[in-house]
């Protein structure tokens, strides 16, 4: 089994529906992330979880909504989002939160109509 | 916060030749600074990595130099080859926070 996994690889949501990003990694890490990939921009992170606690929230809109039920898995929540906020959505995982490493997922490709 | 500067955006060389991507950081407390490659639709992979406390790395055809007074560090590629084309991100690590720069598209043409 590769070290992390993301499903679903792409999706395609209207604004109104709610869907769910899974991620999991097999690397016995700590601390687990999603990051934005848009375009030509760097990488944005969004949320990070330490130990299973949510340890930061880059300002991210509600629209989006994290949860991590143990050190190996990793959910992002959408609902009612933008076409703005069709990117690739990577997870990424570390030993533990602080300079290392990142192992990332290949990443879900969201594109919102 | 921190603010990584990442040049070129898109670099095309011809296979054999070398390759140079710079970027510059804002936060002199930053002392990590990795370097990922992304082949196209593939997860972004650690290529290498280097501390404040040092001040060159090589791994093989790649190295990492950095000069922490004027705040850059650099990804050298010698002898380039087809597989080398990816996009190349660097970034910089300060405590918990990990900033990215935009990426660099390098295509090594045959």
């Known amino acids: 089994e590769t070290g992390v996994t993301q499903t679903p690889r792409h999706l395609v949501m209207g604004m109104t529906n709610k869907k769910s990003l899974k991620c999991e990694q097999h690397?016995?890490?700590?601390?687990m992330y999603w990051y934005k990939q848009s375009a030509k921009k760097p990488l944005e992170l969004m949320f990070v979880y330490n130990f299973k606690e949510q340890t930061e929230n880059n300002s991210v809109p509600s629209r989006f909504s994290p949860e991590c039920p143990n050190s190996s898995h990793l959910f992002l929540h959408l609902h009612t989002l933008q076409p703005e906020d069709s990117a690739l959505y990577l997870c990424a995982s570390s030993q533990e939160r602080g300079p290392g490493e990142l192992f990332f997922g290949e990443g879900s490709r969201l594109t919102v109509l | 916060g921190e603010n990584v500067e990442q040049h070129p955006s898109t670099l095309s060389v011809q296979e054999g030749d070398s390759a140079v991507i710079k970027c510059t950081y804002s936060d002199s407390a930053s002392n990590y600074f990795p370097w990922y490659k992304q082949e196209l639709g593939k997860r972004p992979q650690l290529i290498i990595d280097?501390?404040?406390?040092?001040g060159e790395k090589k791994d093989q055809r790649i190295a990492v130099t950095l000069n922490k007074t004027a705040k850059h560090f650099s990804l050298h590629i010698t002898e380039t080859q087809p597989e080398d084309s990816a996009v190349y991100f660097c970034a910089a690590n300060k405590g918990n926070d990990m900033r990215f720069g935009a990426g660099t598209r390098l295509t090594v043409k045959p």
């Open positions: 690397l016995g890490h700590n601390a």
């Open positions: 280097i501390r404040s406390n040092v």
